[in-house]
């Protein structure tokens, strides 16, 4: 069992930073796959990037690419998420989610965090 723990969400205008993090527990993370989602009222969730524990490769959704960056800090088992230049389509409760490798459904979710853009 996996448990994952969001945090650094907040309020922060248009062009703002912020960063989030995932502290993972519950056993060994070398064979997860990482990866964060949003969801912003009335639409559905949707992928932003992700990041293999181990290998450290990197994915994103075209609409972040080049603001945010997904990283981890493998002594810690915690994944951050760098997310620069934002604007207010970024508004929207951001959620952690682990897979293993191969696996096409993400098996564990934290409680998410709330990320609002003021513009």
């Known amino acids: 069992q996996v448990e994952l723990e969001e945090s650094g969400g907040g309020l922060v205008q248009a062009g703002g930073s912020l960063r989030l993090s995932c502290a993972a527990s519950?056993?060994?993370?070398?064979?997860?796959?990482m990866a964060w989602f949003r969801q912003a009222p009335g639409k559905e969730r949707e992928f932003v990037a992700s990041?293999?524990?181990?290998?450290?490769?990197?994915y994103y959704a075209n609409s972040v690419k080049g603001r945010f960056t997904i990283s981890r800090d493998l002594p810690k088992n915690t994944g951050f998420l760098q997310m620069n230049s934002l604007k207010p389509e970024d508004t929207a409760v951001y959620y952690c989610?682990?897979?293993?490798?191969?696996?096409?459904?993400?098996?564990?979710w934290g409680q998410g965090t709330q990320v609002t853009v003021s513009s």
């Open positions: 989610a682990a897979k293993r490798y191969g696996n096409l459904e993400y098996d564990y």
């Open positions: 990041i293999s524990w181990t290998g450290g490769n990197t």
């Open positions: 519950g056993r060994t993370f070398s064979s997860y796959v």
